[in-house]
């Protein structure tokens, strides 16, 4: 039995030999079956669809305090809300009419992943085709960036829109976070454009 077994189905923070860090709820994955699927006779942890090795793990941690939440209630949407003001609206002086949109609807769903009960990240998604999810307003709180909680946000809303029959999401990404949705296997569908308050440009991929 691998000893990473005790994580299976836990919100964790793995980080690699190479200094990269994912975090998300991990399956893990036997020897056996790593060997079956991709020929690697090593067991390994799955967190947001990358396999990581057991031998390329640095560090685990388990995040009990972290939480995915599909926020259907409206203090669970206040944390989006709470999120989108303090990491975009305030930052970039974005004004509120801007940033809640004709988008920010009943229908509009979202994902909040909290700390201890606070909202520390969000993501909304509305449909634009019969088979298509918009996925947008991806913000994390810069006091938690770079610790692979943009990809865990990305990540939940492509597994939500999955099990609702999508079979497509897209994004219009700003252009300097291209490369990080690159790496979560989007690809650029447009010319870049100019946005109400970003240049962006569209991204797509098929679940």
Not at 104 to 112: A, L, R, S
Request: net charge negative.
């Amino acid at each position: 039995m691998s000893e990473y077994e005790q994580y299976d189905g836990k919100i964790v923070r793995i980080t690699d030999r190479s200094g990269r860090v994912f975090t998300g709820k991990a399956d893990t994955m036997s020897a056996e079956y790593c060997f079956h699927e991709f020929g690697r006779e090593e067991a390994g942890i799955r967190v947001c669809r990358i396999l990581i090795y057991e031998s390329d793990i640095r560090e685990i941690r388990d995040l009990p305090e972290i939480e995915i939440l599909r926020a259907t209630e409206t203090w669970q949407q206040a944390g989006a809300y709470y999120v989108r003001i303090q990491a975009m609206a305030k930052k970039h002086h974005i004004s509120l009419r801007q940033e809640f949109d004709g988008h920010d609807g009943p229908e509009t769903k979202y994902i909040v992943v909290t700390d201890n009960d606070f909202p520390i990240a969000t993501a909304r998604m509305y449909p634009t085709e019969k088979d298509t999810m918009m996925i947008g307003r991806v913000v994390v709180l810069p006091e938690y960036r770079h610790q692979g909680i943009g990809t865990m946000v990305v990540d939940a809303c492509e597994e939500w829109a999955e099990e609702m029959n999508y079979s497509k999401t897209v994004v219009e990404s700003r252009e300097n976070k291209v490369e990080f949705y690159l790496k979560m296997g989007y690809e650029a569908a447009g010319e870049t454009v100019e946005g109400d308050t970003f240049r962006c440009v569209r991204m797509e991929k098929e679940l």
